[in-house]
């Protein structure tokens, strides 16, 4: 096991790596939607690609939501096929945000051996849900018709 400082600075190794192999800027939380956003998790089982959708307002949340799930066959066709779509996903401090994801299990960021396999499979992901995104953004901005 690693101490806290240890796993800090191996994680800060991951994320430069991945940086360094796909140098880019992502969308990430520039969707111009407030609370709305793109985001990489990695942790030692899994690797996953977000999107997050945190309004405080439940209705907006949820009509984002919905605008995505009214585009999900389009999504799934064109763009990315394995995602998983949570309408009422609890974080773990409780709060209750949209999440939309894909993962791959199996690998971790401890393991040097894992990082180009997911670094590969954030770019390949990300890059889909963003092209999607740019495509059909200002439908899923439109949360008023």
């Known amino acids: 096991m690693y101490s806290r400082e240890e796993s ?3 994680k800060r190794e991951f994320w430069v790596a991945f940086a360094e192999k796909y140098p880019r800027k992502w969308v990430l939380y520039d969707t111009k939607i ?3 956003s793109f985001k990489f998790f990695v942790d030692n089982k899994k690797a996953q690609v977000l999107i997050d959708i945190e ?3 439940d209705d907006k949340r949820n009509a984002y939501f919905e605008k995505i799930v009214a ?3 389009i999504l799934e066709e064109e763009f990315i096929k394995d995602l998983v779509f949570e309408q009422n996903y609890t974080l773990e401090s409780g709060k209750t ?6 993962e791959k299990e199996g690998v971790g960021f401890s393991n040097r051996n894992n990082w180009d396999a ?3 499979f954030f770019n390949e992901k990300m890059h889909a849900l963003e092209m999607f ?3 059909y953004d200002e439908f899923i901005k439109d949360i008023d018709s």
């Open 118 to 120: 997911i670094f590969d």
């Open 8 to 10: 800090q600075k191996l």
């Open 133 to 135: 995104y740019l495509e």
């Open 97 to 102: 945000i949209s999440r939309i994801w894909t």
């Open 71 to 73: 585009l999900k066959n």
């Open 55 to 57: 309004q405080r307002s």
């Open 34 to 36: 407030k609370d709305f």
